[in-house]
Structure formats: C-alpha cells, structure tokens
C-alpha cells in the first residue's frame, strides 16, 4: 500500500523553485550586453557567469546519488532553498562582478541539488499509472522557464535594472520553500552510504579541470595553446581517466559506468549532447547577434525567442506520446534534419535580416531539438536495466553540464576569433557599423560550427532502433 502524500502541494513546491531556479539562468543570458558595459568586461569574462553555474552543477551531479542517500528529503529541500535564496539575494545586491559569480555559484549548488531531489521525490510519491503526467510538468517547466527568462529578464533591464531579475525570483523562492516547509515529507530512506573520496576528488579535478580548460580557452587574452588552458584540459583528463578506473574496480561505484555497455544508451546520450551543445551555443550567440549585430534592444532580443522556446516546452509531453506510438527513429532523423536546414539558414544571416525571418529559424531550430531531444534519453534510458536506472540518469545529467558549458566556451572562442579576424581587415574598426558586421562575421561562424554537429548527429540517427521494454523492467524500475 502506497503511502498518501499531498502530491499537488509538494509537486507545487518543486515545480515553483525549479521554475525559478532555470529561470535565473537563462535571464541574465539576455543580460550579458548590458553587464559588459557596466562592468568593464570583455565577453569572455561575462560567459563566467554561465560557465560558472554549469561548472558548479557539472562538479555536483555525479554526486547527487550520494547526496540523496546521505540526507533526508527535507534536509536536501531545505539545504538547497536556502542556497538558492542567499545566492539570489546577494545577486540583487551585487555591485561588482565578483559579488555577482559568487552568488551564481550559490545558485548553481542549490539547483545542483533541487533537480536531483525533484526527480527522486516524484519517482517516490506518485504511483507509475500518475508518473508520466507528473513528469510531463516537470519537462514543460525545464524547457519553458529558460524560455521565459530572456523576455522577462529583457523586460526588466529594458525599465529597471538588471538587479530586478533577481528581486523578481526572491518572492516565488520563499513561497516555495514555505509550502515545501509545511508539506513536503521524507520519501526515502538514509542509507549513510559509505563516501570514497579519492572517488569524489578525481571527479571534482576531471570535470571541473575540462571545463576550466575550455573556458579559459574562449578568453581573448588566453589562446587554446597558452600553458593554463593545455594543463587544465590535460590534467582534467588524467583524473578522469583515473576516475573510470576506479569506478571500474569498486564494488559500489559513486557512478556506475556499465551504462556504456548499452549500444543505445550510448547513442541517445550522444544525440542529447549534440542537442545541448547546439542549444547552448546559440542560446548565448543569438542574444549577443540580435543586440550587437542587429542592433535591437534587450526586450526585442527576448522576446524574439519567446515563441520557439516556448512551443520547444509545450510540444514536450506530445513527442512522449508520438515516441511511445512511433518509435525514435521517426522522430529523430527528421529532428536532425530540420535542426540542420535551420542552421545552415543561420549561417546566412546579417543585419539586414529581418525580424519574422529570425523568429521563425529559432521556432525551427527549437521544434527540431524538440522532436530528439526527449525521445532519444527515454530510448536510451529504456535499455539500461533497473539497478543502472539512477547511474544512467547521473550520466547523463553530469556530461550535459559539461558540454554546456564546453560548448558555451567554444562557441564565445569561435565568435572571438571571427570578430578578430574582420576587425584586423577593417578601415575602420571603432565603426558601429563595422562593429555589427564583426559580430555577424563571428555569429555565422559559431553557426557553420553548430551545423557540422548536427549533420554528424544525423548520421549518428541513422543508427538508432527502438528498445523495447519487457513489463517486468518496467515494474522492477517502478
């Protein structure tokens, strides 16, 4: 007999932290421009403050199996709210760039240990035939919250600051961690499970070491071959390599890599990389091009890229029910392909574009990514047998931090590298027009970067085939 949980408070509770929580992240994307001039930085050292949140979260997640059995489900809810609420506060406060990345940081550990905790909690407290429906919010409200942030956070830099973008997330914060407070119980068991930290040391330097690599590397002043970019990459990858290896010998791994065993695991984590990689490349680019190189303002950029984020969310859980009639395949390859065409449209664009012809390459890109994205994790997620079921998702969870922020890294170097290179043959290049034509240079390029990947991935779709789940996996996982 299943225990009976106010299942609408606590999802409530979840759904309004978690919302606001993506929300922040995506919002002052929009922000980047503006806190460029009023910091004095260059582009490289804005793109911290989202390499910084990735690279809190990427260092975090593989830990979050240790986490949710070390703590108890309000201690973890608490723990994390709190975190949150400080870093959000200081971040309204902030009035240097260190006083604002030390707060994303704050953020970042809160969300680190939030989107864990609410998959968990949900797997708990909702019975398999409510799962999907519960799920299906919770997909909507990650794809629609970061589609939401660069409008609101435009609105409010357009008429405020950019201060206000975290004034306005306080409140919904603190409603949510007082309904959390009064509803949310403890759903599952501590099992105090024995920490090996030599585990937690090699995966904090191996992913934090590649991700500092590559950030440094998408610095103006730092090349991809000066000293502290080249060390950082190298000894990231020595730790991890010696961290596959001791998760190979250990009896009870941090992270489980007999995942890999799974042919189509393996390619439905590669195609939700690809994705990611080419979300967040041009997640930071677009705003970037729309501002600089078309000269629009902070609102017009967010709003242009409302509608194809937004129906990215709402077509969620309706590709769940066409991957559950159809298969992946018939979703996948077609996906690929559109993501292709739109990009390769991208490539074309200059200050002249006009203003429907963006918006709707943006509502293409997004459908494309919406049509792979959640068929491939659940195909590949449908392979693993049910003890790999919480390793898979950590895997899988882990590497698109790290690829976010790699790709966010290489994309700011490419868009570096092209501004450089128009500016050195320009007659005059303290020109704004000159400028803007640099930026839309160095835009094309990161797109022709972003395209190549998607046609690798549509030869990578070509490889997919459906997993059929047998209804003793499914019940043994529920």
Not at 302 to 317: E, F, H, K, V
Not at 364 to 389: R, S
Not at 417 to 445: F, V
């Amino acid at each position: 007999m299943m225990k009976q949980y106010n299942t609408r408070a606590i999802l409530s509770s979840l759904l309004i932290c978690g919302f606001i929580g993506m929300f922040s992240e995506t919002a002052l994307n929009i922000a980047m421009t503006n806190l460029m001039d009023v910091f004095q930085i260059s582009a490289a050292m804005a793109q911290w403050l989202t390499t910084g949140f990735l690279l809190t979260l990427g260092i975090l997640m593989p830990m979050s199996g240790l986490l949710l059995q070390m703590f108890t489900t309000r201690q973890l809810f608490i723990g994390s709210l709190i975190s949150l609420i400080v870093g959000t506060l200081i971040a309204a406060l902030a009035f240097n760039f260190e006083m604002l990345m030390f707060a994303r940081v704050l953020q970042a550990l809160g969300m680190g240990m939030l989107l864990p905790l609410m998959f968990n909690t949900i797997l708990v407290i909702f019975p398999p035939e409510k799962r999907g429906a519960a799920m299906g919010f919770v997909g909507l409200v990650i794809m629609f919250a970061p589609a939401t942030g660069p409008t609101i956070g435009g609105l409010l830099i357009e008429y405020f600051t950019w201060h206000y973008i975290f004034w306005f997330s306080l409140p919904f914060l603190v409603i949510g961690l007082l309904i959390g407070l009064k509803y949310l119980e403890n759903v599952t068991d501590v099992t105090k499970p024995r920490i090996d930290l030599l585990s937690v040391i090699l995966s904090t330097i191996g992913f934090g070491g590649v991700v500092f690599g590559f950030s440094k590397a998408g610095e103006g002043s730092e090349g991809w071959g000066s000293t502290v970019v080249v060390t950082s990459i190298v000894v990231g990858l020595i730790s991890l390599v010696l961290f596959i290896l001791r998760q190979n010998v250990m009896r009870d791994p941090m992270m489980n890599l007999r995942v890999f065993k799974h042919p189509m695991y393996v390619v439905g984590l590669l195609m939700v990389l690809s994705c990611m990689l080419i979300i967040m490349s041009s997640m930071i680019i677009l705003p970037m091009f729309l501002q600089t190189g078309a000269g629009l303002s902070v609102f017009t950029a967010g709003l242009m890229l409302l509608p194809g984020s937004a129906l990215n969310g709402i077509l969620s859980p309706r590709m769940g029910s066409l991957f559950d009639k159809y298969g992946p395949k018939w979703l996948v390859i077609p996906g690929f392909v559109i993501v292709s065409v739109m990009l390769w449209f991208f490539t074309t664009l200059s200050p002249a574009s006009s203003v429907a012809f963006i918006v709707a390459l943006h509502i293409g890109l997004m459908v494309g990514i919406g049509m792979v994205w959640m068929p491939a994790q659940t195909n590949g997620l449908n392979q693993l047998p049910p003890e790999l079921y919480p390793h898979g998702t950590a895997v899988m969870n882990t590497l698109q931090q790290v690829v976010g922020a790699i790709g966010t890294a290489v994309a700011i170097s490419i868009l570096s590298g092209g501004m450089e290179k128009y500016l050195h043959g320009s007659s005059a290049p303290t020109l704004k027009t000159e400028i803007a034509n640099a930026m839309t240079a160095g835009s094309q390029n990161v797109f022709l970067f972003t395209m190549i990947i998607a046609l690798i991935s549509v030869v990578m779709a070509l490889f997919i085939r459906r997993v059929v789940v047998n209804r003793e996996t499914i019940k043994s996982i529920h």
